[in-house]
């Protein structure tokens, strides 16, 4: 198809300050803690002490989710056409900090429900804090394109949210469950604290982006039905939506399945923050490894690289029953290196698509696009515990209470293990045959925003 640039994409590359990047990337904070916390505690929080059963509690972490798929794309769409002194994506980002903190708190408030009444209070305060979410993140995400047209300068400006999301989810991975421990009141406790982490860095993104170079289009145009329309005909949002939607569905199982091999794998419960430690900590360290081989691979072949060793990371579990807990560290620690090249090069990639969509359409729509994105990515990440739910309740997993301790038959440690590692590996195998599909590269993206036109055009399919 024909395509016509706009002149509203400015065609010089923005430097962002130093002070800019640390703000936006303190909003990781909330990024990485709803999105690991949950996924890490929340299955085993209704199915070990507040005695859900299995399947149901699975049910529970996703349904909420399913409300994502209408409400992202409606917060991306608001944050699109709002104008103001604070911009078009700022003043959502306080509406989420408004909501979201109380109602993480309010998951974990552990009320007198046990089984069934208990999911329902757990699943409608996930709903409240998914909503609260949506409208942070979804503009959140929206930002980075809009910041700089220069497109190795976008994955050096999230190399510092990579980092910032490395210590977020070392305490969301280590320090949450050393305070939830396997109690009702840990789990309280755990739900307060970090429901004031969650406010504090929501607030600091909000200041801290005051002062952010804006260079994205001046415009949104068009229903909100037609600009959803024009997102799935973007042959190259459509192919990275389905990388990372593959990548972040493993990365949910395996998060869920933690708690599960710590205990009956390596008979440890304690063992689930150190083998967070060995995860994140290839992210912390990295970094610039990953900026590095994005220039030198492009983001695709770096992207191929990182979940290579994710796959082969995530197969190497198997034999952890026979090897024990020193080779489950080694093995989670390669997991950790592909997991931290995802995570920063998926980000990076989705801002060079919304610029280069913004590019070709004159419109700004990146907020439709992290709509999408956003409301996909949490449904997986849910997926992936309920998941994992229905892979123990397939091998016969027992539920119960700390007052009422069960012993697990064999097929539910055999699934334990196959659940953290056969399920996700072949999942991100299938995530890396789609990135070869990708083809948004760096000479693309800059024959976009050099190309002289005045008048808005298609998108390229």
Request: net charge positive.
């Amino acid at each position: 198809m024909s395509r016509m640039v706009s002149s509203a994409a400015t065609p010089s590359p923005t430097n962002v300050p130093l002070g800019v990047r640390l703000g936006y990337a303190v909003g990781s904070f909330c990024t990485a803690n709803f999105s690991t916390i949950p996924g890490l505690l929340l299955l085993f929080y209704m199915t070990n002490v507040l005695a859900v059963p299995a399947f149901l509690a699975g049910v529970v972490l996703f349904l909420p989710k399913a409300w994502d798929l209408v409400a992202n794309p409606l917060v991306g769409r608001w944050s699109d056409r709002t104008a103001g002194r604070w911009g078009p994506r700022r003043p959502w980002l306080l509406a989420g900090a408004v909501v979201l903190p109380l109602t993480f708190a309010l998951m974990f408030a552990g009320l007198p429900l046990r089984g069934g009444p208990a999911a329902v209070y757990v699943g409608v305060m996930f709903l409240l804090a998914a909503t609260g979410y949506a409208l942070y993140e979804v503009p959140y995400k929206a930002m980075p394109a809009e910041m700089t047209t220069d497109y190795h300068e976008r994955t050096s400006l999230l190399q510092w949210r990579m980092v910032f999301i490395a210590i977020s989810v070392a305490l969301s991975g280590i320090v949450a469950p050393m305070i939830a421990g396997q109690t009702l009141d840990g789990h309280r406790l755990m739900g307060v604290v970090f429901g004031v982490i969650l406010l504090v860095a929501m607030l600091g993104s909000f200041f801290g982006t005051a002062r952010a170079p804006f260079t994205g289009q001046q415009r949104s145009e068009g229903t909100l039905r037609a600009q959803i329309a024009a997102a799935r005909t973007s042959r190259p949002f459509m192919w990275l939506l389905g990388l990372s939607s593959a990548q972040n569905l493993a990365a949910g199982i395996m998060l869920a399945g933690a708690p599960y091999f710590a205990a009956y794998t390596l008979n440890d419960p304690d063992a689930t923050s150190t083998l967070f430690a060995a995860l994140v900590g290839p992210m912390l360290v990295t970094m610039p490894l990953w900026v590095w081989l994005a220039r030198r691979l492009d983001k695709r072949g770096a992207m191929v690289l990182a979940g290579s060793l994710f796959t082969g990371g995530a197969v190497l579990v198997v034999a952890a029953p026979a090897f024990g807990s020193l080779w489950s560290h080694l093995v989670v620690m390669i997991v950790g290196l592909g997991y931290a090249g995802l995570q920063l090069l998926q980000f990076s990639m989705l801002a060079d698509v919304i610029a280069y969509d913004g590019a070709v359409s004159g419109e700004r729509r990146g907020g439709v696009f992290t709509g999408l994105w956003t409301a996909v990515e949490n449904a997986v990440s849910a997926l992936g515990a309920t998941i994992y739910g229905w892979v123990l309740a397939l091998g016969g997993f027992l539920a119960s209470d700390p007052d009422n301790p069960v012993t697990q038959p064999g097929s539910a440690h055999v699934a334990v293990v196959v659940g953290l590692s056969v399920v996700p590996a072949l999942i991100t195998l299938a995530g890396v045959v789609m990135t070869l599909k990708y083809d948004l590269t760096a000479g693309r993206v800059a024959a976009a925003v050099r190309a002289p036109s005045a008048a808005p055009g298609p998108v390229e399919a």
